[in-house]
């Protein structure tokens, strides 16, 4: 593998909605694959998430900018175009937009994501397929990492619910939405897979998200995916998704069609957790802070008042978001 070029510098944006109890995990995660510049957009929160990122702001572990006033919740189009628009991500060279649910899963040969874009060679955008995980049978969220808890997920690539999201050259195209970036500079976008393998890149210059002039065989997750966390518990799904639906019970959204899509348990997969003790490593200096460890504790005290007000439960339970017990794995090289 040739070592990455000096001006290969990356940004991650992301687009966060009432997620700060996953925000350290996250930030901590993908802070230590390489990228220059983390940029969170608050998006309409009310769970305490944006006092927290103002903390890790200030502290130097990401930018948080918050979503215009008049954009609409959710809208993640939104929150890429104001980033787009403000210039703040010019100084660097590439791009890649993640949810917060989302991780990037990188082959243990790519200590970075720079590592990862030397390996294709020549390229204007690399698409990464989303691979869902399911709720690994999990009804009710107690803390802890969402690496480490969900670890089921599907077999096999599925086309027709396959999803890209790209990295790319910020100096190649003139427009960027959540997924794909748009509207290329003259001369032909040379579009590849994690492979390398040379892609149709007609879906840069068409309206909306579509990555469907992808051929089948050419739908990969080897060597670098985005582990896709959707779904979470069960409780967490119905609380994720009740404001915007009219249901006498919010038990009603786990029977239906897109919850079922994503949930995907048949398979186990730890590949990611390889990087584990790094990442690890990483989050207990961000909650080495006793501001952070506050502001993310307070941001879960906001999600378990709105599970006892959803599901009518009777008193809220004592918890601790860092239950779970340390798992050790090989680390990547």
């Known amino acids: ?32 694959l390489g990228f220059k510049k983390i940029i969170v957009v608050s998006n ?14 200030a502290l130097g572990y990401i930018t948080h900018e918050r979503l215009a006033k008049d954009a609409e919740a959710g809208d993640r189009n939104a929150a890429v175009a104001q980033i787009w628009n403000q210039d703040t991500i010019r100084d660097t060279d590439w791009m890649l937009s ?5 991780f990037l899963n990188l082959a243990p040969e790519f200590r970075t994501i720079r590592d990862l ?46 999803v890209y999201q790209a990295i790319f050259r910020i100096s190649r195209f ?19 897979s994690s492979l390398g393998v040379r892609l149709n890149a007609d879906a840069f210059d068409l309206e909306g998200d579509s990555t469907s002039m992808i051929d089948e065989s050419q739908m990969t997750f080897e060597r670098a995916s985005l582990n896709h966390y959707a779904v979470k518990s069960d409780d967490f799904y119905m609380i994720q998704n009740s404001d915007d639906r009219n249901l006498e019970s919010p038990e009603k959204l786990l029977k239906n069609r897109l ?28 909650r080495a802070d006793s501001e952070i460890c506050r502001l993310e504790e307070q941001c879960q005290s906001w999600f378990y008042q709105q ?14 978001i860092q239950s779970l017990p340390i798992i050790r794995f090989h680390r990547a090289s």
């Not at 290969?8 to 996250?26: I, K, P, R, Y």
């Not at 993640?98 to 989302?102: A, I, S, Y």
């Open 1 to 32: 593998m040739e070592p990455p070029h000096e001006g290969d510098s990356v940004t991650l944006v992301t687009s966060a909605h009432n997620e700060g109890q996953f925000l350290v995990e996250w930030v901590a995660f993908h802070s230590r």
């Open 44 to 57: 309409h929160c009310e769970d305490g998430s944006l006092a927290l990122l103002d903390r890790m702001d």
């Open 98 to 102: 993640l949810g917060v649910d989302q």
């Open 117 to 162: 874009i030397a390996s294709v060679g020549e390229a204007d955008a690399i698409l990464l397929l989303r691979r869902l995980f399911g709720n690994s049978y999990i009804s009710r969220w107690s803390g802890g990492s969402v690496m480490k808890q969900f670890i089921k997920t599907q077999t096999k690539v599925l086309p027709k619910i396959a």
């Open 174 to 192: 003139n427009k960027a939405e959540w997924h794909l970036p748009k509207l290329p500079t003259p001369g032909k976008v040379i579009a590849k």
């Open 259 to 286: 919850h079922r899509r994503n949930n995907r348990n048949q398979k186990t997969d730890l590949s990611i957790l390889a990087r584990l003790e790094d990442f690890e490593t990483k989050m207990s200096e961000l």
């Open 307 to 320: 599970r006892h007000d959803l599901l009518n439960e009777g008193e809220i339970e004592d918890q601790n």
